[in-house]
């Protein structure tokens, strides 16, 4: 009996020392018939409150977006807060939240795909959802900032007959440029592992549905050729648009590294902003998955605790590596001899808009790093899905701090000033939030957003095996 139980102790992993294995989901298998049964229903089935939900948002995005940007073309900029010195505010503020967001669908996905990641399986499509609708919220800025947006084409390196190309010094073009090659990556990336659950639809719907689905399975018929060139292409995939993730945020803090601002001119921007968007993007994450988990049919069998510790886990790792580039931002600009931007570093903790500072770090830092070393907590979704909310909280606070209040205290005191947000562009931005919601409501109903056969693959390749009287866990490598 002894001998027994020194092998279970050598075998069995830690994590699973003190739960019942099928408590995870890849160890509590269905039939597969049930699970695409599951998706479907939760697809087809719409509530009172959905639709309430729906036609809200959609009037949001018609009040708070459309009417007041509509307002500001007629009106002109002048209605916005965009005043001397401060003429970058809450559209930049935005548009780097957003782009922030959409690095999420990325690094759950294919990051945790390449390092073959196993909890990832049941929310990819959630994650890759964020980066498309999160990359359409941000991708109205640059026009929303353009100000004249009938003249948006300057920004597109096209030729023409007095060979005028667009100024490739301007942010705004660079934005454009690394907006559409990240939107088109993330979109193939999204559309390539969805093709056998969009031919797992049509096969069970009829009417307008199955139309829509037969058209966008592209003919799938889960051959084992099928099956081998779409792994290959997902691999490969996986490990292009990786280095995009990095570059279009890299783009997006060569925004401000470039220029002579004090306060942006920093070489430590480009990782610095990387690891912001990827702490809001998982953040964000964790918050959609709450809301899934809690308000779609079936997705508690699916999204489970297990799932919200291991993003528990990552959070406080990138929480921590958020920390450390934000020290060092301290240290290149303390030590660098620029009196500058030493003075606008000051201005952040000790000026008028110190509280955001004080907020920014609570949530940024003191929060996770008091909460997410804890199993319990990480366990427990509701506390999850409040810890990820102050996360963004605090990571828009940064990029406020970042842009206008850096802006508003630069070289010549006279030329200072405070940056104070109008109605205009707060209801832009309250209007991005009712878009990508709204466009995600509709995803819900159109799509599955549990990848079935990813699931299926997984629970195929994890087994429970008879060790004496106990049930050990075992994995076994798939060939791809």
């Known amino acids: 009996m002894a001998a027994e139980t020194k092998l279970l102790q050598a075998i069995k992993p830690a994590e699973h020392a003190e739960e019942d294995p099928r408590e995870h989901l890849m160890f509590d298998p269905r039939p597969r018939e049930e699970m695409n049964r599951m998706v479907m229903e939760a697809m087809t089935t719409t509530t ?3 639709w309430i939900w729906l036609i809200g948002l959609g009037l949001g995005v018609v009040v708070f977006l459309f009417g007041a940007w ?5 009106v002109g900029l002048g209605v916005s807060g965009i005043r001397r010195p401060v003429f970058w505010e809450l559209f930049i503020v935005t548009f780097v939240f ?4 959409s690095h999420a669908g990325t690094f759950v996905s294919a990051i945790l795909r390449v390092f073959k990641a196993e909890f990832r399986r049941p929310f990819t499509r959630a994650a890759e959802l964020m980066t498309t609708f999160g990359l359409a919220a941000g991708a109205l800025f640059p026009l929303i900032h353009l100000g004249r947006v009938w003249v948006f084409y300057w920004m597109i390196p096209y030729p023409n007959a007095r060979w005028l190309w667009p100024n490739f010094r301007s942010a705004l073009v660079w934005d454009f440029l690394a907006i559409t090659t990240y939107l088109l990556s993330s979109t ?4 390539l592992p969805l093709v056998p659950d969009l031919a797992m639809a049509r096969d069970r719907t009829t009417g307008w549905r199955h139309t829509i689905y037969k058209v966008m399975a592209l003919g799938w018929r889960g ?6 060139r779409l792994r290959k292409a997902i691999n490969i995939f996986a490990f292009a648009i990786i280095p995009v993730m990095f570059s279009v945020h890299t783009i997006v803090s060569w925004d401000f590294a470039v220029g002579q601002v004090a306060g942006w001119h920093s070489t430590i921007f480009g990782p610095y902003f990387i690891i912001g968007a990827i702490l809001s993007g998982v953040a964000a994450v964790v918050s959609i998955l709450f809301v899934l988990r809690n308000t779609m049919k079936n997705f ?3 999204i489970r605790t297990e799932h919200f510790e291991a993003l528990g886990k990552l959070l406080l790792v990138i929480s921590m590596a958020w920390a450390y580039f934000f020290f060092n931002e301290f240290l290149l600009t303390w030590y660098g001899g620029y009196e500058a931007a030493r003075r606008v570093l000051t201005l952040h903790y000790t000026g008028p808009a110190a509280w955001m500072w004080y907020t920014m770090l609570i ?18 979704p509701w506390a999850m899905f409040i810890i990820s909310l102050l996360i963004n909280v605090g990571m828009y606070l940064e990029r406020f701090l970042i842009i206008p209040v850096s802006l508003g205290h630069q070289r010549t005191p006279f030329d200072w000033g405070t940056y104070i947000p109008r109605l205009t562009e707060i209801s832009i931005a309250i209007g991005t939030l009712c878009l990508f919601l ?3 409501l509709i995803a819900a109903r159109l799509i599955p957003l549990v990848p079935v056969w990813e699931v299926q693959e997984g629970q195929m390749a994890h087994t429970l095996r008879k060790v004496g009287k106990a049930e050990v866990p075992s994995v076994t490598e798939l060939e791809e």
């Open 300 to 302: 508690d069998y699916f």
């Open 223 to 228: 051959t084992e050729a099928e099956w081998y």
């Open 188 to 191: 193939i990336y999204l559309y």
């Open 70 to 74: 509509v307002n500001m073309i007629l």
């Open 438 to 440: 709204f466009l995600y």
């Open 48 to 50: 009172r409150r959905y």
């Open 363 to 380: 949530c940024n830092v003191a929060i996770p790093w008091l909460t997410l070393w804890n199993k319990t907590i990480r366990r427990t």
């Open 98 to 101: 957003w782009i922030g967001i």
